[in-house]
């Protein structure tokens, strides 16, 4: 038999008072972004945990006649420290030439380590084909792993990816719109229709009225000055401006495979019932022997016997008036003894039946 331990996390529960969240923690600027970077390289000096294949081989001495340096046709070296890796990065916005980033390396062959390597010239290109850094330095791993004559292993963490930090020189930066135009636009984290108009009345109070304009659920429309030294000011401003966002609509998540169930604090119940009980069904086998008459010439038999035993839980219902709250229904939850497993199947039940306000994601 299994035992399910479900953890019940309840928004609303206590209340708190609302509370100001800066626009900078809740928004983004938008065209401020980071833009991925990818390449392919090699991790050479590896003790003995590199790989032999194919575009292993091919990348090697693609490398050496790069350097003027031409291998036979009919020649395969074998390489046991060279490693052929993938190579990313994030480029920040407003990054300039000359400044470093970091990167992160994974194996993409059979490598059993990169622990010891180092990671040669590699040009990481962007979405367009263009290379904007280049990349090269001594790998940081963190995983471990050992394997025995036997065939037994022993791996920490993950030892064919590693990081080097500031290992890429950044050669080309990208252009941001944030300079272009009269307007800036904040694109909230969490789209809502009033945490929209509060950010936009916000601003408003501040700078004067049609200033801000919300142009949706997600974004607010700012006039903004041109110059870009004043825009930069404008902006560090704004982002410091502290409003009261809308409360997040009413729901509740259910995670299945974790037990946790997260309940919001403007989830409310409708006139309901709830009824639950429980019925137990045992069975067990017990073997009997049965002994023939002396006189019968019979032989001696052991025979199956099933005794199932059937127990009934008593049944309790709960009735919620209009308006009942999470902490009712978490109270009647208790009282009424719901097993973990029983009480999706109550939350579920409560919503086909239409007494949850909120909305039921099962994740």
Same mark, same amino acid.
């Given at each position: 038999?299994?035992?399910?331990?479900?953890?019940?996390?309840?928004?609303?529960?206590?209340?708190?008072?609302?509370?100001?969240?800066?626009?900078?923690?809740?928004?983004?600027?938008?065209?401020?972004?980071?833009?991925?970077?990818?390449?392919?390289?090699?991790?050479?000096?590896?003790?003995?945990?590199?790989?032999?294949?194919?575009?292993?081989?091919?990348?090697?001495?693609?490398?050496?006649?790069?350097?003027?340096?031409t291998?036979?046709?009919?020649?395969?070296?074998?390489i046991? =420290? /060279?490693?052929?890796? +993938?190579?990313h990065?994030?480029?920040?916005?407003?990054?300039?030439?000359?400044?470093?980033?970091d990167?992160?390396?994974?194996?993409?062959?059979? +490598?059993?380590?990169?622990? %010891?390597?180092?990671?040669?010239?590699?040009?990481?290109?962007?979405?367009?084909?263009? /290379?904007?850094?280049?990349?090269?330095?001594?790998?940081?791993?963190?995983?471990?792993?050992?394997?025995?004559?036997?065939?037994?292993?022993?791996?920490?963490?993950?030892?064919?990816?590693?990081?080097?930090?500031?290992?890429?020189?950044?050669?080309?930066?990208?252009?941001?719109?944030?300079?272009q135009?009269?307007h800036?636009?904040?694109?909230?984290?969490?789209?809502?229709?009033?945490? &929209?108009? &509060?950010?936009s009345?916000?601003?408003?109070?501040?700078?004067?009225? =049609?200033?801000?304009?919300?142009?949706?659920?997600?974004?607010?429309?700012?006039?903004?000055?041109?110059?870009?030294?004043?825009?930069?000011?404008?902006?560090?401003?704004?982002?410091?401006?502290?409003?009261?966002?809308?409360?997040?609509?009413?729901?509740?998540?259910?995670?299945?495979?974790?037990?946790?169930?997260?309940? %919001?604090?403007?989830?409310?119940?409708?006139?309901? &019932?709830?009824?639950?009980?429980g019925?137990?069904?045992?069975?067990?086998?017990?073997? =009997?022997?049965?002994?023939?008459?002396?006189?019968?010439?019979?032989?001696?038999?052991?025979?199956?016997?099933?005794?199932?035993?059937?127990?009934?839980?008593?049944?309790?219902?709960?009735?919620?008036?209009?308006? +009942?709250?999470?902490?009712?229904?978490?109270?009647?939850? =208790?009282?009424?003894?719901a097993?973990?497993?029983?009480?999706?199947?109550?939350?579920? &039940?409560?919503?086909?039946?239409?007494?949850?306000? %909120?909305?039921?994601?099962?994740?």
């Amino acid at each position: 038999m299994r035992y399910f331990a479900f953890i019940i996390v309840l928004l609303g529960a206590i209340h708190f008072p609302a509370s100001a969240e800066r626009i900078k923690d809740v928004t983004a600027v938008e065209g401020v972004r980071n833009n991925q970077l990818v390449g392919y390289g090699l991790v050479v000096g590896l003790p003995g945990t590199g790989e032999k294949s194919s575009f292993t081989e091919q990348s090697f001495k693609a490398m050496l006649s790069s350097f003027g340096i031409t291998l036979p046709a009919n020649l395969k070296p074998k390489i046991k =420290n /060279v490693a052929a890796v +993938a190579v990313h990065a994030d480029l920040p916005p407003f990054i300039k030439p000359g400044q470093t980033i970091d990167v992160t390396v994974s194996s993409i062959g059979s +490598a059993l380590s990169l622990r %010891g390597g180092t990671l040669i010239q590699t040009f990481l290109k962007g979405v367009d084909g263009n /290379v904007y850094a280049i990349a090269q330095g001594s790998l940081v791993v963190s995983g471990l792993g050992a394997e025995g004559a036997d065939g037994s292993k022993v791996l920490v963490n993950t030892p064919t990816v590693g990081r080097v930090p500031n290992g890429a020189i950044v050669e080309r930066s990208v252009a941001s719109p944030f300079n272009q135009g009269d307007h800036i636009t904040f694109n909230l984290h969490r789209p809502d229709f009033s945490t &929209a108009k &509060a950010l936009s009345d916000t601003i408003n109070d501040l700078v004067g009225p =049609n200033t801000a304009t919300a142009m949706d659920a997600a974004s607010v429309k700012v006039l903004a000055p041109r110059d870009p030294a004043q825009r930069v000011a404008y902006l560090a401003t704004l982002e410091n401006l502290e409003f009261e966002p809308a409360d997040n609509s009413a729901k509740i998540i259910v995670n299945s495979r974790t037990g946790t169930i997260v309940i %919001g604090k403007n989830v409310t119940l409708e006139p309901a &019932a709830i009824t639950h009980g429980g019925l137990t069904v045992t069975i067990a086998e017990q073997q =009997n022997v049965n002994q023939p008459n002396p006189l019968a010439g019979g032989q001696t038999v052991v025979t199956e016997q099933s005794i199932i035993d059937v127990a009934r839980d008593d049944t309790r219902a709960f009735v919620f008036d209009p308006g +009942a709250s999470l902490d009712d229904l978490v109270r009647a939850i =208790n009282e009424v003894g719901a097993a973990p497993g029983d009480l999706m199947a109550i939350l579920e &039940a409560l919503k086909e039946a239409g007494a949850i306000s %909120g909305q039921l994601i099962v994740i």
